[in-house]
């Protein structure tokens, strides 16, 4: 059964910085992506990055390019997300995935969720 452990996420002003972090086990996930989605209140859930198993390829949305990044150890069946440059408008529960990343996403397991909050 595969399983995804976040860590990270937080409290931080506008601005300032965070870092998640996403590992898998109890599974093979040679096809996959890893990577990131958010749901701020009252919106729908959306795409933030994912990143091929290994590591080859990655995808950032729009709303969140030039200030996130997506990378991953393999080694570890783990990915990051670090967060730089942060706005009040990033404030939202973010939930690892591991999964296809297309358009609908194709999602094997979620994480448990992590909340990231931005004050102005």
């Known amino acids: 059964q595969v399983q995804l452990v976040e860590s990270g996420g937080g409290l931080v002003q506008a601005g300032g910085s965070l870092t998640l972090s996403c590992t898998a086990s109890?599974?093979?996930?040679?096809?996959?992506?890893m990577g990131w989605f958010r749901q701020a209140p009252g919106k729908e859930r959306e795409i933030v990055a994912a990143?091929?198993?290994?590591?080859?390829?990655?995808r950032i949305a729009n709303s969140v390019l030039g200030r996130f990044t997506i990378s991953k150890e393999n080694a570890e069946d783990t990915a990051y997300l670090q967060m730089t440059n942060l706005k009040p408008e990033d404030t939202a529960v973010y939930y690892c995935?591991?999964?296809?990343?297309?358009?609908?996403?194709?999602?094997?397991?979620w994480g448990q969720g992590t909340q990231v909050t931005v004050s102005s």
């Open positions: 995935a591991v999964g296809v990343f297309s358009s609908p996403p194709q999602i094997r397991a």
């Open positions: 109890g599974g093979t996930f040679s096809t996959d992506a």
């Open positions: 990143i091929t198993w290994r590591g080859s390829s990655t």
